[in-house]
Each structure stands twice: as structure tokens, then as C-alpha cells.
């Protein structure tokens, strides 16, 4: 028995499109449906995470605003610098 892995999704009609499989191949399809809970707490976990990581966190706002000046002043740079050169 050959296992072959799809991961799709379910269009708005509820018609799922699977191709490359050879000619006459028996297709088992199993559906999983997340439970919207599970997702609530995978997205706790990551924002507590973020939170704990993240050098901004540590940041008063007023710091955060002078680190994305400076951040912005140098992409400009990058991007635009050598169309303002005397």
C-alpha cells in the first residue's frame, strides 16, 4: 500500500480537488476539523511567547518610537539615498 499526503482545502462548494494520484487508485479521505478552542490557545501560547521574546517588550513606547525612526531613516536610505545625492 502506497500513503500519499495532501494537505487541501475545502472550497465553498465543498469540493476537494486531488491530482498525480496514478489511474484507478482507491482514495481514503480523512477530515480534520480543528476545534476553534485549540485555536485560541495555540494563539495565547504564541503571544505569550511574543511577548517574552520580542526586544520591544522591554521597551517604554517611547524607545520603540526612536528604534522605528531609525529603522525607517535607514531603509529610506537603502531604497532612496542615491536619488537625493548632490
Do not use: C
Not at 30 to 56: A, G, T
Request: aromatic share 8%.
Amino acid at each position: 500500500m502506497q500513503t500519499y499526503h495532501f494537505d487541501e482545502v475545502v472550497s465553498n462548494e465543498g469540493i476537494v480537488t486531488l491530482s498525480g494520484l496514478p489511474p484507478l487508485t482507491q482514495v481514503v479521505v480523512v477530515v480534520i476539523q480543528p476545534d476553534l478552542s485549540d485555536w485560541q490557545e495555540r494563539m495565547n501560547k504564541f503571544m505569550d511567547r511574543l511577548r517574552e521574546n520580542h526586544p520591544f517588550a522591554k521597551m517604554s513606547r517611547e524607545e520603540i518610537l526612536v528604534q522605528l525612526r531609525q529603522t525607517r531613516e535607514k531603509v529610506y536610505d537603502e531604497l532612496y539615498g542615491d536619488r537625493h545625492a548632490n
